[in-house]
């Protein structure tokens, strides 16, 4: 029997586990979990649901995944090397769906001599600087940037580029640290001295997701034009699946991501483009197999990347594929590792629009009602909360990525999946406590428009 190793769970994706087993049982593979320690999940509840349907895990080990220097990184893959030779255990391939665990994951699979991501392309695809380095020698894919090590740095690099300009950390996903609309030396010069504070605040508060501020600061290019996610599956170079989806503009001065719809409805021929450099960029940074996910914007002058995520899209991305192509991402993902994967090349069976619920102000979350009614709304394929009444939440203006749940909506047409969500998100309300004790309510279609 086979063996593969799931690095990382998260109970607010709770559906992971039971994907990663259920693709495992056919290929005949057993699964050992390597997780954090001390973690609540999987808790005996969850692992007896999954024992009467069948499913069970070899093993299961706690080692500190969020190492992010290299040598402990090592030290933790022997120590993984070593438990896996005391159970008699030897690993075929290495898989995670979360961004959190990319890195890692790919250091198991190299230590291990398995199938994997390469490291060398998983910190390229992690590392903005790289990625940039590596796209500048491709034209289709190249933008201007440059690296500042200074504030006089980022305005001799704003005055060269002569653009608006997008400032961001070596690091990080969710828009963490990012900056846009820089139109001058001076904003440049704010924006790296912004920048810095936020990256020894988080270096302080030991949030290691983006990066050092002595590592410098990536400027580049501002892009403008439809932005889109592309979500594909590799076997061996070669696109197994891929899907395209429609981003709405950032909501500035947040940088808040709100919806996202599947699939995207822009012109075929254009959805096609767009697969192709994706897959181009894949290709370029050395990802050859698994889940991927790329963010691309079609400008006036041509499709070009803004990120590249060595693994399969998180939030609310395997439902909505789920229910708008069939196609299950995880087990795809994992097939392609065994090299097995199916081709999926089926046009979308409905649209789903995509939305997260938005914290109107941060505090403590109070309450939350309608939850039941918007369920049954028409059209509503799933809804999650990943806040419950107690937690604090962040705002927007305080944190990009801090929401409080999402709803999956069907529709016929592009609009009438809007109006569907819309509807079942005003059914939900929110109460809140701000930081300054005062009580707030407010419904799901905050930062959406009207309910």
């Known amino acids: 029997m086979k063996h593969l190793l799931l690095v990382g769970s998260a109970a607010h994706r709770h559906y992971v586990l039971e994907r990663v087993l259920e693709a495992a049982r056919e290929l005949n593979t057993a699964v050992v979990l390597v997780d954090q320690p001390h973690r609540d999940y999987p808790t005996g509840t969850e692992l007896t649901g999954l024992s009467s349907k069948g499913f069970s895990l070899k093993e299961v080990i706690h080692l500190p995944l969020h190492a992010t220097d290299p040598s402990q990184q090592q030290t933790l893959a022997q120590q993984l090397s070593a438990e896996l030779s005391r159970h008699g255990i030897r690993i075929d391939a290495v898989y995670t769906p979360f961004n959190d665990f990319a890195e890692i994951a790919a250091v198991f699979a190299q230590v291990l001599d398995c199938a994997g991501n390469p490291l060398t392309a998983v910190r390229a695809a992690q590392s903005k600087f790289r990625m940039r380095?590596?796209?500048?020698?491709?034209?289709?894919?190249?933008i201007p940037y440059g690296i500042a090590y200074s504030e006089d740095d980022a305005a001799r690099i704003f005055a060269r580029i002569s653009a608006a300009c997008v400032a961001k950390p070596s690091r990080g996903a969710g828009s963490r640290g990012v900056i846009m609309g820089i139109s001058s030396e001076d904003e440049a010069r704010a924006a790296w001295s912004s920048i810095n504070s936020y990256l020894q605040a988080a270096g302080n508060a030991d949030d290691k997701k983006s990066g050092s501020a002595r590592a410098g600061i990536l400027f580049e290019q501002q892009l403008h034009g439809p932005e889109v996610d592309v979500e594909l599956v590799l076997q061996r170079g070669r696109v197994c699946f891929a899907a395209v989806a429609d981003n709405p503009e950032i909501k500035l001065p947040e940088l808040i991501e709100t919806s996202t719809t599947y699939p995207s409805q822009l012109p075929q021929a254009q959805q096609r483009h767009l697969i192709n450099c994706a897959a181009s960029a894949l290709d370029l940074l050395g990802l050859k197999d698994g889940n991927h996910h790329v963010e691309l914007v079609a400008t006036d002058g041509g499709i070009k990347v803004i990120e590249v995520n060595p693994r399969m899209?998180?939030?609310?991305?395997?439902?909505?594929?789920?229910?708008?192509?069939?196609?299950?991402?995880?087990?795809?993902?994992?097939?392609?590792?065994?090299?097995?994967?199916?081709?999926?090349?089926?046009?979308?069976?409905?649209?789903?629009?995509?939305?997260?619920?938005?914290?109107?102000?941060?505090?403590?979350?109070?309450?939350?009602?309608?939850?039941d009614l918007a369920g049954s709304a028409r059209g509503v394929r799933a809804l999650q909360l990943w806040k419950n009444p107690g937690d604090m939440v962040s705002a927007p203006r305080d944190s990009?990525?801090?929401?409080?749940?999402?709803?999956?909506?069907?529709?016929?047409?592009?609009?009438?999946?809007?109006?569907?969500?819309?509807a079942a998100m005003a059914k939900v309300r929110f109460q809140m406590t701000d930081v300054n004790n005062n009580h707030i309510v407010f419904n799901g279609t905050h930062m959406h428009g009207p309910g």
């Open 133 to 142: 380095e590596l796209f500048a020698r491709d034209a289709a894919l190249s």
């Open 313 to 371: 899209g998180g939030a609310f991305v395997w439902p909505a594929i789920q229910a708008a192509y069939g196609v299950d991402l995880i087990r795809e993902g994992i097939r392609a590792l065994f090299g097995r994967a199916d081709r999926h090349h089926r046009a979308a069976r409905c649209i789903i629009e995509a939305k997260f619920f938005v914290a109107a102000v941060s505090g403590c979350l109070d309450r939350v009602s309608g939850l």
């Open 400 to 422: 990009a990525s801090d929401y409080l749940g999402y709803l999956l909506v069907q529709g016929d047409s592009h609009g009438q999946a809007v109006t569907n969500s819309l």
